[in-house]
Each structure stands twice: as structure tokens, then as C-alpha cells.
Nanobody, 125 residues
Framework: QVQLVESGGGSVEAGGSLRLSCVAS????????MAWFRQASGKEREEVAT???????TYSESVRGRFAISTDPAKNTLYLQMNSLKPEDTAMYYC???????????????????WGQGTQVTVSS
């Protein structure tokens, strides 16, 4: 079965950087889409970034220019490089994966079959 395991979260001061990792087992990125989500306490889940096996990436407006999503297929790993962190970035961050290109996932009502357990990011002011 597919398993996604996040790591790299922690506590950092505003303006600092973190790199999150998500190791995928039992999952083939070819033909698929991977993404990072976050959920702050008491808030709705937010899509942060996606990367399609076709190549294109997307970012939420709130993180564009500060975060970068990437993959290392040889290591079955998804990354999220987070720079210039702000207190409003504080959240639990989750990785997700699907078996369709991101442009097709966007058309579905049930989008993401696979989820990790999350890693906490806390940004202090």
C-alpha cells in the first residue's frame, strides 16, 4: 500500500527557512500529482503547492515567491523549501499524492487518495 511520511518540521523565527520532506513508498509519481497542504488550528485545510509529473507546478498566492515544491524521483521524495517564513505560515503540513496529472486532479471532487500524517511548522515573531 502507499505510505507517505513527512519530516523536517520544527520551530523557526520569522524570516527563517525550513525544508520539508515527504518520502513515498508504494507510489509511482509517473503519471501522477503530488502536493503540500497545510492546516492551521481552527482553520480550513489549504492547498499550498502542487507538482505534476508532466512538469508544471502551482502555488497558493500566499506562498508564491517564498516556497518551492520539487521532487527527487530516484529517492521517491517530495520536498517543500520554505523561505522567508511568516507567523501566518504556522500550521500542520501534509503531503498528498494522486494517480492523475495535476490538471486532471483539479477536475475531481475526490482528489487525493493518499495522505501523510503531517509535520508541524511553527514560526515565531
Amino acid at each position: 500500500q502507499v505510505q507517505l511520511v513527512e519530516s523536517g518540521g520544527g520551530s523557526v523565527e520569522a524570516g527563517g527557512s525550513l525544508r520539508l520532506s515527504c518520502v513515498a513508498s508504494g507510489y509511482n509519481f509517473h503519471g501522477g500529482c503530488m502536493a503540500w497542504f497545510r492546516q492551521a488550528s481552527g482553520k480550513e485545510r489549504e492547498e499550498v503547492a502542487t507538482v505534476s509529473s508532466e512538469g508544471p507546478t502551482t502555488y497558493s498566492e500566499s506562498v508564491r515567491g517564498r516556497f518551492a515544491i520539487s521532487t527527487d524521483p530516484a529517492k521517491n521524495t517530495l520536498y517543500l523549501q520554505m523561505n522567508s517564513l511568516k507567523p501566518e505560515d504556522t500550521a500542520m503540513y501534509y503531503c498528498a499524492a494522486a494517480n492523475l496529472y495535476c490538471r486532471l486532479v483539479a477536475l475531481l471532487t475526490s482528489k487525493w487518495p493518499y495522505w501523510g500524517q503531517g509535520t508541524q511548522v511553527t514560526v515565531s515573531s
